[in-house]
């Protein structure tokens, strides 16, 4: 069992940058690959990013690439978005989620998810 909080979400105007952390509880976090997930109001939840379970490889929808960075750190059981350069429609909440595989973007493959964290970026 994995328990996944999400947090450092909030107003930030566009251009500017967040960074959200996801932490974990349980021994087992370092045997996960780790996404980071968004939902804005009336859409469907849509893949952001990705790192393996070592955290040597990564991947994100195009629309990041180049701005946003995933990161973890397993020795203290925590994963990163780091987000610049953050446009209006980068509004959504955030959520990290845990899957056994890194060859994943589908909702239904990640096993565990946190909460959300509420990102919004006035124009």
């Known amino acids: 069992q994995v328990q996944l909080v999400e947090s450092g979400g909030g107003l930030v105007q566009a251009g500017g940058s967040l960074r959200l952390s996801c932490a974990a509880s349980?021994?087992?976090?370092?045997?996960?690959?780790m996404g980071w997930f968004r939902q804005a109001p009336g859409k469907e939840r849509e893949f952001v990013a990705i790192i393996s379970q070592m955290g040597s490889r990564t991947y994100y929808l195009d629309s990041v690439k180049g701005r946003f960075t995933i990161s973890r750190d397993n020795a203290k059981n925590t994963v990163y978005l780091q987000m610049n350069s953050l446009k209006p429609e980068d509004t959504a909440v955030y959520y990290c989620?845990?899957?056994?595989?890194?060859?994943?973007?589908?909702?239904?493959?990640?096993?565990?998810w946190g909460q959300g964290t509420q990102v919004t970026v006035s124009p």
């Open positions: 989620a845990a899957s056994s595989s890194y060859y994943t973007r589908r909702t239904d493959e990640f096993d565990y």
């Open positions: 349980g021994r087992t976090f370092s045997s996960y690959a």
